[in-house]
């Protein structure tokens, strides 16, 4: 079995964030055509998408088994071995988001503007799952249009400051990361880290958003169903 190169082990340790790409195959273009499907509006019969926050839309009632490529996308890339390459330990997809962004009105930049999802200030309780979630997002590109839909601190995972104040003030001595659209490229990133959300620069942008964590922390979600279908399909 092919290794990942130790160059992405050392910049997810200390950048928080890997690019890498899907393997091509009839899986991968099914992939594509379903989630091409999705963004024009053509969806399966009972599904549909919820206002999530003002600028954005969640495929509902849940996103992993719209089709059986959502996942099988996972197991042809061998994500699962990846993640364990990356990180040094197992690590399970507990929820699946397939979301429809459009662009922020001049008064709301963003729906999620710099932010951590775990995080620890002082005089508040720990925010968001211990240990901090691992991501793989995919923003699809459909057109000739560049998209930067995210823009991620590298390194701020390593440097979280006492306040939220202190911690944000601290982006002006991070180098920043976007996140562009592709065909068929994907991120793989620390959540613990400052990321900010893009709103999209064309009519609307799909994004792919799947949430790893390791198995002692599975009952952070409540629905387990996509854990679930994530493991027996491994087997």
Known sequence: MKKIYIKDKLQQYYHGITEHNFHHGPVFEKYRSVLKQIHDGHLKEDYFFKKKYETTEDLRPTAYNYDDSIIDIL??????????????????????????????????FSYMPWHRDTYLYEG????GPMPP???????PRFDNKDNWNLAFALGSHLSMKFTKQEDLEQLESFKIYYAQSSINSFIILNTEA?????????????????SFCPIGQIDWFENKSAYNEYVRRLE
């Open 75 to 108: 197991n042809q890339s061998n994500i699962h071995q990846k993640m364990i390459d990356l990180f040094g330990y197992e690590l399970f997809l507990g929820h699946v988001q397939i979301r429809m962004c459009y662009p922020a009105n001049p008064l709301e």
């Open 194 to 210: 400052l990321h900010h959300a893009l709103p999209p620069e064309n009519e609307k942008q799909l994004r792919i958003v799947y």
């Open 133 to 139: 979630m691992k991501k793989l997002i995919y923003y």
């Open 124 to 127: 508040q309780e720990i925010s």
